[in-house]
T-cell receptor
Framework: AQKVTQAQTEISVVEKEDVTLDCVYE???????LFWYKQPPSGELVFLIR??????QNEISGRYSWNFQKSTSSFNFTITASQVVDSAVYFC?????????????FGSGTQLTVLP | EPEVTQTPSHQVTQMGQEVILRCVPI?????FYWYRQILGQKVEFLVS????????KSEIFDDQFSVERPDGSNFTLKIRSTKLEDSAMYFC????????????????FGPGTRLTVL
């Protein structure tokens, strides 16, 4: 069975600080996808990034970067120079390739508060 | 940009009543999903639907729940006799076809329907 763990329940930072959100996953599949979603106070789920298990290359996109390490089953997400608008709940999610419909398994989320 | 829409945005109902939550997936998508999020908790998969039948369902999706695609555009979730613990945000999502091999089509989420059972 697949499982996603986000050990950090809440994080507070001051604007312009860098912040890293941790995600650890469990899966029996050798092929899978990992995701980060953002849920602002308005409640919708906003897709941020998808990585597949074949691609361990880390990436930077603007102020966002990702660190995928298969050896430790971790998929961490970093925001550099945080802004107040980054305040939201961030969910890590996993989808295994097996199974016909690719359901997403979400972690419990990390509430990020960026203070001005 | 195409998006998933959901109605209503907020539904209040009495315990034991039936509710129908409605979703309009993105028009060329073929896979449809329902997830729920109890307040302050994680998002949980309920059911997936493809080719007019359920593909997968979680243990949450018991006999009180049903899904339907009554026409070419709507996708509905029905809860037959609501319980207090059904109070949650319900998200609809859809994804395109092309799941052969290792390709993946991401799920686009609607804005959610907040269900409050009194």
């Amino acid at each position: 069975a697949q499982k996603v763990t986000q050990a950090q329940t809440e994080i507070s930072v001051v604007e312009k600080e860098d912040v890293t959100l941790d995600c650890v996953y469990e899966t029996r599949d050798t092929t899978y996808y990992l995701f980060w979603y953002k849920q602002p106070p308005s409640g919708e789920l906003v897709f941020l990034i998808r990585r597949n298990s074949f691609d361990e290359q880390n990436e930077i996109s603007g102020r966002y970067s990702w660190n995928f390490q298969k050896s430790t089953s971790s998929f961490n997400f970093t925001i550099t120079a945080s802004q107040v608008v980054d305040s939201a709940v961030y969910f890590c999610a996993l989808s295994e390739i097996s199974g016909s419909a690719r359901q997403l398994t979400f972690g419990s989320g990390t509430q990020l508060t960026v203070l001005p | 940009e195409p998006e998933v829409t959901q109605t209503p945005s907020h539904q209040v109902t009495q315990m034991g009543q039936e509710v129908i939550l409605r979703c309009v997936p993105i028009s060329n998508h073929l896979y449809f999903y329902w997830y729920r999020q109890i307040l302050g908790q994680k998002v949980e998969f309920l059911v997936s639907f493809y080719n007019n039948e359920i593909s997968e369902k979680s243990e949450i999706f018991d006999d009180q729940f049903s899904v339907e695609r009554p026409d070419g555009s709507n996708f509905t979730l029905k809860i037959r006799s609501t319980k207090l613990e059904d109070s949650a945000m319900y998200f609809c999502a859809s994804s395109a076809a092309g799941l052969a091999g290792f390709s993946y089509n991401e799920q686009f989420f609607g804005p959610g329907t907040r269900l409050t059972v009194l």
